[in-house]
């Protein structure tokens, strides 16, 4: 049985919305951080309270599902309060909920998803699913409140690399993606096998500025004909040339390894995503995901974007990576589109399908 009145509510909030104030409650519980945040109208942040487990996995060189969802559950509460106290807002001022419930890892989705349905049960107002991957697209609108679609928009993160074209806020069409590693996860792979640590993403990135771009790994790109990305190559073609230089007993120059590949893996980034740009004729580009916060990425994003006459927008270093005011906001525009209604039935699912046209 559905909340009373929920669905009533939520289709009072669409019909009003232009001449009502809304409060979303974001819940994001993906992976390894424990947000929510409390967003008014899509696109302004009254709180947004991240509780990150980044030094807890890093003895483990990477996420521990059953360890992230340990610490999901310790968290949320605590959590929870200091949004509200930071936005000044009583759970009786929230007009929906909106909660990730994919992509992401099982046990920690279950955590947010369960403890969103229960807040929403007891208040007795809409629940909106959110699909995290456009919640990173969304975090564009906090960071840009003039930006509206259509637009081109790189997603760039540990578990997806694509371009899409953004129609409206809930219709997407996917130009290009990756056939294998997203680029997010072949930084981490790199930093491992050169042995910087974990997330590999933001060592790699400050270890090549002190290095020089002087190795080719990938001789050329097979998918340079189409929008689609390949990391596995570049990946490989880096563990191949330390494994050369180990059995010659050389050791490696890290610095000019990580400028080297970086060089590789966002040029390509930088070319197809320009090009799309062209193609379509859009003169806005907006980058989303947790690579979006790689320096490089930007600087080399914006040079682009320059001297092809397309603004480029990130947003800032707290809405690259993952949390909840993303997701309030991605709540938002679905929930003013009329979509994401969810009941009491729904459910984690960790292998969401990267779908870019969501059917009103």
Not at 41 to 55: C, P, T, Y
């Amino acid at each position: 049985m559905y909340f009373n009145n929920a669905e009533e509510k939520f289709n009072n909030l669409v019909k009003n919305y232009k001449t009502k104030d809304i409060l979303i409650l974001g819940i994001e519980s993906s992976c390894d951080e424990t947000s929510i945040a409390v967003v008014k109208n899509g696109r302004e942040v009254l709180s947004n309270v991240i509780a990150s487990q980044i030094e807890i996995h890093k003895r483990f060189g990477g996420v521990v599902p059953e360890v992230a969802s340990r610490n999901h559950l310790m968290a949320i509460d605590n959590v929870l309060t200091e949004a509200l106290e930071k936005a000044n807002v009583t759970l009786k001022d929230i007009d929906a909920i909106a909660v990730t419930y994919g992509a992401g890892l099982m046990g920690a989705l279950m955590v947010g998803v369960t403890y969103a349905k229960s807040l929403a049960f007891s208040l007795n107002i809409p629940l909106i699913k959110v699909n995290h991957i456009k919640g990173h697209i969304s975090a564009n609108y906090i960071a840009t409140p003039t930006l509206t679609p259509p637009y081109i928009a790189l997603i760039v993160s540990g578990g997806h690399t694509a371009i899409v074209k953004v129609a409206d806020y809930v219709n997407n069409v996917l130009i290009g993606s990756t056939v294998d590693d997203a680029v997010g996860e072949a930084y981490d792979k790199v930093a491992k096998v050169l042995g910087l640590g974990y997330p590999g993403g933001p060592i790699i990135d400050k270890t090549a500025k002190e290095g020089t771009a002087n190795i080719k790994f990938v001789k050329s790109d097979a998918l340079k004909n189409s929008f689609n990305f390949s990391y596995s190559g570049l990946k490989t073609a880096v563990i191949n040339y330390l494994h050369n230089l180990e059995q010659h007993g050389e050791n490696p120059d890290v610095k000019n390894v990580c400028a080297s590949f970086q060089n590789e893996a966002v040029g390509v980034l930088v070319e197809k995503s320009i090009k799309a740009c062209k193609k379509f004729k859009f003169k806005k580009l907006a980058v989303a995901g947790g690579v979006a916060a790689n320096s490089y990425l930007r600087s080399e994003l914006k040079k682009a974007g320059e001297e092809n006459g397309i603004e480029v927008l990130f947003p800032p270093m707290v809405l690259c990576t993952d949390n909840a005011a993303m997701i309030a906001a991605e709540g938002y525009f679905n929930l003013i589109s009329g979509c994401g209604l969810a009941n009491t039935e729904l459910t984690a699912t960790p292998n969401l399908n990267l779908k870019y046209v969501v059917k009103k």
